[in-house]
Nanobody, 125 residues
């Protein structure tokens, strides 16, 4: 049973930073794709960034240059460092997992099999 647990959300002012964590367990496949997604009130869920088992990354245009996805293989934990935060980054952030990344297609939420419960990020102006 794959389990994903997010942490690190909170409230910050515009221009500030936050780091989200996603602790993964129960995933037994050698290759995998982990992603960060977000959903603002009244909007659909959107891909933010993904990372594969070889540390290859893909970012949404809206966060490229401001957010950095990474992982610690020893700790089975994925991170999202968010800098230069904007009010429009306000959303519930989720981590998700699937068997393999597929470039920009991996930014589509529909292809993921496992999801965490989410952590709220609020950016005030």
């Amino acid at each position: 049973q794959v389990q994903l647990v997010e942490s690190g959300g909170g409230s910050v002012q515009a221009g500030g930073s936050l780091r989200l964590s996603c602790a993964a367990s129960g995933y037994t496949y050698g290759r995998y794709c982990l992603g960060w997604f977000r959903q603002a009130p009244g909007k659909g869920r959107e891909g933010v960034a993904v990372i594969d088992s070889d540390d290859g990354t893909t970012y949404a245009i809206s966060v490229k240059g401001r957010f950095t996805i990474s992982q610690d293989h020893a700790k089975n934990t994925m991170y999202l460092q968010m800098d230069s935060l904007k009010p429009e980054d306000t959303a519930m952030y989720y981590c998700a997992a699937r068997s393999a990344c597929d470039g920009w297609r991996s930014l589509r939420p529909v292809v993921y099999d496992y999801w965490g419960q989410g952590t709220q990020v609020t950016v005030s102006s």
